[in-house]
Every structure is written in C-alpha cells, then in structure tokens.
C-alpha cells in the first residue's frame, strides 16, 4: 500500500494515513538520518522538497536545488531510472552534481509515495566517493604489487641470465689459459663466443626495453632488400639450428617487392626474435618453418604477413595471454627450463605495432606454435623477386687485401686496440693508434696525406670523438674534408649514430665489434683498384 505522506516546503511536519499516532517521527528521521532525501514529481522529475543533509552534501541555498530536474543533480549524463507500475523500489550507483559543479559517487534508492496527493518520488543518497576511493587505491596497490612481484621474477631471471654466460665465459677462458691442445683451445673459444652472444643479447634486450618504457624507442626507415633482412635473422639462429639439428625451411613470396622502404634492422631483430623462441621450444630434430606472404598493396605500402611455425611445446590458451606483456613468460618455470628474460616477445610487439601491424600467437600444448605478424612497408621498386626456398653461409676471408692503406685509430682502452689489430691482421691494413681525439688531431694534422680512413672512438680523455671529428674537418685542408671517419663506438642508440653523422663522421660502427661490419665500412669506402679512398656519401 502507498505511503500517503505530507511534506510542507518550509517544514518538515508530517503526516501519515497509516500512523497518525506518531507525527514526529518522520520529522525525526527527515533531519536527522545521515543520507540525503529529495523528494521529486514522478511526471515532471522537479525536486519537489531536499532534507538538511542534502541541502549539505549540496553545498548551496536549498532553494537552488528546488524546482531543478532530478537528472541535472543525481544522475548527470546518465539514463536515471523509470520505476515501472509494479516496480517499487531502485538502488543504484549515480553521479550527485554540487552547488560548485563538482560530482561525487553516490548510492541512491528510489521509491515511489504519494506526496500532497500526487505521484512521486522519494530518493535518499549517501555519498560512497570515499569507499569508490579506497576501492581504487586497493586495486593500485594489487596491481602495483603484481608488477613488483614480476619485476622481482623478471630480476632473478635476468640475474640468471647474465651469470649464466658469465660463469661460461670466465670459466672457458680459465680452461683456454690452461690448455695445450689447439683443437681444445679452438673448442673453448667457440663456447667463449657462443656465450659472449647471448650477454650481448640480453643487455640489448633491457636496452630496448628500458627506451620503450621511456618513449624513446624509435625506428630509422631505410632502403634495404627483402631477401637479405630475412638472411641476416635467420643467421643470428643457425647456429642454434645446427646444434639441435632441427629441419629448417623458409618460403617468401614472389610478389614481395625486392627492396623496400623500413627498418630493416628492428624488422629483422623482430623476426629473429620469434626464430630463436621457435628453435628454444622446438625439441632435436623438430621443424621450424618460416613463410613470408604478400598481401595487399594500399597507398603504395605493401602488407606483408610473415609466420614461423614450429612442432615444439606449444603454449596453453590461459599462458597465451601473457606472452607480449614486458617482464612476462608463459610460466613461471619457463626460464629455468628453457632460458629468456621475458622481454623479446614484448619488443617484437611494440617493433611490429610501430611498423603498422599486429602480431598473434595460435598454439595448443603439445603441439607446437605460430607466430604471425603483419608490417606496413613501402615498395622501392617495380620489379618483385623470384619465391624461392633459401640458404645461407658465411662470406669468405679476404686476406691482404687492404695492405696498399694505413688507417688512424683513435682508442683509449688497450684491449680494444688489440681486438681491432687481431681482427684487420688478416687485411695487410697498417695502423697508427692514438690514446685520445687530442693525439688523433695532432697526427693527422701532422701528416693528413698518409691516412685513408679514421676509426674513432665517441668517448675518451682529453678530447672525445665527436669534438675530434669537427676539429679535424675545420683544419682547412683538402684531405680533412675528404678522409672518411668512422665513430666505432658502444654508444649504438640512435641518437648516437645521428651526433657522429652530425659531427661530419661518415658512418658508424657498433661494439662488440662484428668483423663482418668492419670490413663492410672497409669495402665501402677504400678502392682496392686504385689504391685511393672512395669519398663516398654517408652511411
């Protein structure tokens, strides 16, 4: 039965059909509960009468909220509920809009009454802003401690990963000092380098991971061949597939154009990335398969998926979820049985999604997985190559065959002098060290006609690379505007390549040094034919 319930504007004195003996309760409870009440008109929805606290939690004259639609103060922006015939009372959660046009989270029942002999509503509030708070910090807090608790795994994984091939490398290098027989020193420097690959991959990893989460990851589109990013991926891995003796095979697309316009290195660290999951998951002699598919042409971008398949462990829908997440793996023992920091999924997302694709994972446990992602990249030419099924092995020696030149070699750090001296020996190439830019500006100044080529050091006492370079290129003479200078460098971020480049260095070469790519630099710019430098364009 309705309430029929008197409630005069400039009072609260009531009157009840029902319970006439008692006038002065409802009076009690309309000033005195600790939820706001409003009555409002059921067809027009005016506030029709506010109690004191509300007038409260309000914070302006009560005459403001008078005659106000219902919907402009409890349920801003949202649908505020119709109670229908039978239905007779709402509870919900609202928005409650104050006097200074700030909102606060309310919970708010609704019911219908009879009031001065008409329809209407009558709604009590209390503000919960503070309970929705508490509610919010709880869950911040969970899911700080949730990324705490996987930055700690992700720190003894790591702190595993990079003692791992340290103990190796110390302890292969204590066994090579040791030992008499060439073929066992050849055997412990084999592990020494195999070793020395997987710490350098690791710090590239946090590297990568650490510039992402600043916003400092960038790529640097260039021209590059299809064919020869996919080699360059799939070498990092041989290896790996050799030693576990697995069945390889790689399919790309005719119509995949043969150069094309991108980041060819982020591209193949990427692919690489996903190839080296697929050989550590994939048991002896399982197969990996790497397609890559042409699929559409738009704006003159070429859409290309590339997948690798493998029959290894496969993963389970529920540990699918986590595997692009940072400072994640699938399973927490995944590590200890198989290796990984737990970055390399993450970077190869943010690499992919930066190059206008996506990446997808489809597996089931036990049997095996792909991989698959799509890139946006622009063609830089008509003519596609020829599909075809590839391999690939390492490019021969040259030996003496830069002995016609002598090149300035500006390095602090004793050891490294020797690295690069071990590594040019098999060349011919003479070489002039000096222990700082200072010295390497005195000898060339001294005598410019006698270098063809500088290797320079970024960092170094005195007078670093980069200040070097632009003394040498302001000397005034021929030659020191021509010499080719090359930072050869640990600082690799791309910021570093562009300070060398606009110090007028001419190109840039990583350490640890790849033999490969020094004698690249070499090639590109000394003219074994004439015996003079090529003054070629920067690279």
């Known amino acids: 039965m309705e309430m029929e319930t008197q409630l005069p504007e400039n009072g609260c004195e009531a009157k009840n059909t029902e319970n006439a003996n008692a006038p002065g309760q409802f009076e009690t409870i309309w000033n005195n509960v600790e939820s706001g009440i409003a009555v409002i008109d059921s067809e027009t929805r005016e506030i029709l009468n506010v109690n004191p606290v509300a007038v409260h939690m309000y914070g302006g004259p009560k005459e403001d909220m008078l005659g106000k639609i219902c919907q402009k103060v409890f349920c801003p922006a949202q649908k505020c509920p119709i109670l229908d015939l039978e239905q007779t009372v709402d509870r919900s959660e609202r928005k409650f809009v104050k006097a200074d046009g700030s909102a606060v989270q309310i919970i708010k029942s609704v019911a219908k009454i009879q009031y001065g002999g008409r329809a209407a509503l009558i709604e009590s509030f209390a503000d919960i802003s503070h309970i929705k708070e508490a509610d919010e910090q709880k869950h911040m807090l969970e899911l700080a401690e949730q990324a705490n608790r996987s930055k700690s795994e992700f720190l003894a994984n790591m702190s595993h990963e990079m003692r791992t091939p340290m103990n190796a490398i110390i302890g292969m290098a204590n066994l090579g000092m040791a030992a008499d027989d060439t073929e066992r020193m050849r055997y412990y420097f084999a592990k020494i380098n195999e070793a020395s690959k997987h710490l350098l991959g690791v710090i590239d990893d946090v590297l990568d991971m650490s510039k992402i989460e600043s916003g400092k990851f960038e790529l640097s589109p260039a021209e590059f061949e299809f064919e020869k990013m996919l080699l360059r991926a799939l070498e990092i891995n041989r290896a790996q597939i050799d030693e576990k003796k697995q069945i390889f095979s790689m399919h790309f697309d005719g119509s995949i154009p043969r150069k094309l316009w991108g980041d060819e290195q982020r591209l193949s660290q990427a692919i690489a990335n996903l190839l080296g999951n697929a050989v550590k998951f994939t048991p002896m002699e399982g ?10 042409e738009k704006n003159d971008f070429c859409s290309i998926q590339i997948s690798i398949a493998d029959t290894g462990v496969g993963i389970g829908r529920e540990q699918q979820s986590k595997l692009f997440q940072p400072f994640q793996q699938a399973e927490n023992g995944i590590s200890r049985r198989f290796g990984g920091t737990g970055l390399g999924l993450a970077i190869s997302k943010n690499i992919i999604e930066m190059m206008g694709g996506r990446i ?12 698959a992602f799509t890139v946006q990249l622009k063609s830089s030419e008509e003519f596609p190559t020829c599909g075809k099924r590839q391999t690939f092995g390492a490019q021969p020696k040259k030996t003496g065959q830069f002995a016609k030149f002598r090149i300035l070699l500006a390095e602090d750090v004793e050891i490294n002098k020797e690295i690069v001296f071990a590594l040019l020996e098999p060349t011919g190439i003479k070489i002039d060290c000096a222990e700082n830019g200072r010295k ?5 100044a001294a005598d410019p006609d006698i270098y ?5 050091d970024m960092q170094m006492p005195e007078m670093d690379g980069l200040e070097a370079t632009r003394a040498i290129r302001k000397l005034g003479m021929p030659k020191a505007e021509t010499i080719p200078i090359i930072a050869m460098s640990a600082n690799v971020f791309k910021e570093d390549v562009e300070n060398c480049l606009a110090a007028g260095m001419n190109g840039h070469v990583g350490k640890p040094l790849d033999f490969h790519e020094v004698m690249d630099k070499l090639d590109a710019y000394l003219s074994e034919e004439n015996g003079k430098t090529q003054n070629l364009p920067k690279s």
Request: charged share 20%.
């Open 440 to 444: 390497a500006l005195d000898m060339f």
């Open 452 to 456: 063809d080529l500088i290797f320079m």
């Open 360 to 371: 997808w994972v489809e597996s089931e446990l036990g049997k095996g997985a792909t991989f």
């Open 287 to 296: 197969s990996i398969t790497l397609n890559a598919k042409y699929l559409v």
